[in-house]
């Protein structure tokens, strides 16, 4: 069974750009969350998705944003680059919403560079 | 609100020696605990985790976690370290009512052969 993939793998910006990156979940997995890891404030949560609805929302500004298709992948949005949103971008795909306790399935991660 | 302490930035071991992570957390009901990998450049692997029921829990690659309630802590733990093992631990912890996952800072271990 195929992994989680993400496109690209690496992505170079300026600020005040924009960028989207894309998520494909382990087939039959219906939740995607989406992290975001710097050296500084390690893995920190961005916001999780099911059923093309967004159930949980981390603190970060509304620049950053997501949305979830029906057939489960999932794309994130940033806009208005700064130079503080270069960072490793993870996504990660679990079975089931409904029981909490399923592990999450990491892909290899979007790593984005704002200049 | 839910968070996971990892005390120790670095763990330095010998191959063959035994290898324990620490990880400590604070949720306001039961939780639901892991432990992942990271390999440079790589994303995070799933270990172990715990749900409920025996507190050690048995995982990939011979890693093993306990869970003390009482201590709040699911350490780590591998009985015979390789240097292969050398990598980035994150402890995560999931309240049993809530969906977000917060993950520890991370605890990096160097195996020396």
């Known amino acids: 069974k195929a992994g989680v993939t993400q496109t690209p793998r690496y992505l170079i910006k300026t600020r005040g750009q924009q960028v989207t990156l894309s998520c494909s979940p382990i087939?039959?997995?219906?939740?995607v969350s989406w992290y975001q890891q710097t050296p500084g404030q390690g893995l920190q949560f961005l916001f999780e998705y099911f059923s093309e609805t967004q159930r949980n929302k981390g603190n970060f500004p509304g620049r950053f944003s997501g949305r979830q298709f029906s057939n489960s992948r999932s794309e994130m949005n940033v806009s208005t680059l700064e130079l503080g949103d270069s960072a490793l971008y993870l996504c990660?795909?679990?079975?089931?919403?409904?029981?909490?306790?399923?592990?999450?399935?990491f892909g290899p991660g979007t790593r984005l560079t704002v200049l | 609100a839910q968070s996971v302490a990892q005390p120790e930035d670095q763990v330095n071991v010998a191959e063959g020696n035994p290898l324990t992570v620490k990880c400590t957390y604070s949720v306001s009901g039961n939780p639901y605990l892991f432990w992942y990998v990271q390999y440079p450049n790589r994303g995070l692997q799933f270990l172990l985790k715990y749900i409920t029921g025996d507190n050690l829990v048995k995982g990939s690659y011979g890693f093993e976690a306990e869970f003390n309630k009482s201590q709040t802590s699911f350490h780590l733990k591998k009985p015979s370290a390789l240097v292969s093992d050398s990598a980035l631990y994150f402890c995560?912890?999931?309240?049993?009512?809530?969906?977000?996952?917060?993950f520890g800072a991370g605890t990096t271990v160097t195996v020396r052969a």
């Open positions: 087939s039959g997995h219906r939740s």
């Open positions: 995560a912890v999931r309240d049993v009512n809530d969906y977000k996952l917060s």
């Open positions: 990660a795909s679990s079975l089931s919403p409904v029981t909490n306790y399923n592990e999450q399935f």
